[in-house]
């Protein structure tokens, strides 16, 4: 049976694995949706024609997904 103290030991090691993993698959999500993004305004502006350059925040990039 493991002591306390080894199973503190354990948890905290986990979680230093866990917390920069999950902000790596955060900011590779993030990048990949606000790439897409881009790569769409940018082609529908060489459709277009109209060259806007405002690049909208990350937030307003998500809403597309949810629809």
Do not use: C, K
Not at 31 to 44: C, D, F, I, K
Not at 45 to 61: K, Q
């Amino acid at each position: 049976m493991q002591s306390p103290t080894s199973r503190g030991n354990l948890s905290a090691s986990y979680a230093l694995i866990a917390i920069p993993l999950v902000a790596l698959i955060t900011f590779v999500v993030g990048y990949t949706a606000s790439r897409a993004a881009l790569e769409q305004t940018q082609n529908q502006n060489a459709v277009s024609e109209d060259y806007n350059l405002v690049i909208p925040h990350e937030a307003s990039l998500w809403s597309d997904f949810a629809r």
